[in-house]
């Protein structure tokens, strides 16, 4: 295979991977959420609680952009605001109840899909497509501003 061929087939994978992304899923007592949503769920749940700007830095995006979407989970139910415990200046944000239920759904919906893809490959090409996507992984976060 000659590397015009990989080129597009690694642009398919993409092309497949946008339009995943652009679908809202639903979560839950959560309901529909975008992949924004979800994604910013996901990481606040990791670090329950956290700053906004700790997020913004986290997810490679504007504290506006986060404000407006912490806006729209909070409408939801899905999380809160409170005080900082040192700094009197900031808060925090945390995940609701409901937010930590989408945070689980979430979390198994990958496991899923990652058993479900596994399932496709020996343990020599699971080794080499992790291997793989590590290295694709690293390339893209390197080539970022690129």
């Known amino acids: 295979m000659n590397n015009i061929n990989r080129s597009q087939k690694l642009g398919r994978l993409f092309f ?15 309901g529909h ?5 979800i994604h910013t769920i996901d990481a606040i749940g990791i ?3 956290i700053q ?4 913004a830095t986290k997810l490679k ?6 404000t407006q979407i912490f806006k729209k989970l ?15 200046r900031s808060f925090i944000i945390s995940l609701t109840e409901k937010g930590k239920a989408a945070y689980l759904l979430h979390e198994q919906l ?3 899909f990652f058993q479900s893809l596994s399932d496709q490959f020996n343990e020599q090409e699971l080794e080499i497509f992790e ?9 893209i976060q390197d080539n970022e501003e690129v």
């Not at 946008?18 to 959560?30: F, H, S, W």
């Not at 906004?52 to 997020?55: A, C, G, P, T, Y």
């Open 61 to 66: 995006v504007t504290k506006g952009a986060i």
């Open 131 to 139: 291997l793989g996507i590590e290295k694709l992984t690293k390339f």
């Open 74 to 88: 909070e409408t939801k139910g899905l999380v809160k605001k409170g005080p900082h415990p040192t700094d009197s």
């Open 16 to 30: 497949q991977l946008q339009r995943l992304e652009k679908n809202p899923k639903k979560y839950g007592e959560a």
């Open 110 to 112: 990958h496991l899923r």
């Open 47 to 49: 670090e329950d609680p």
């Open 52 to 55: 906004m700007s700790e997020l």
């Open 33 to 37: 959420l975008t992949p924004s949503e």
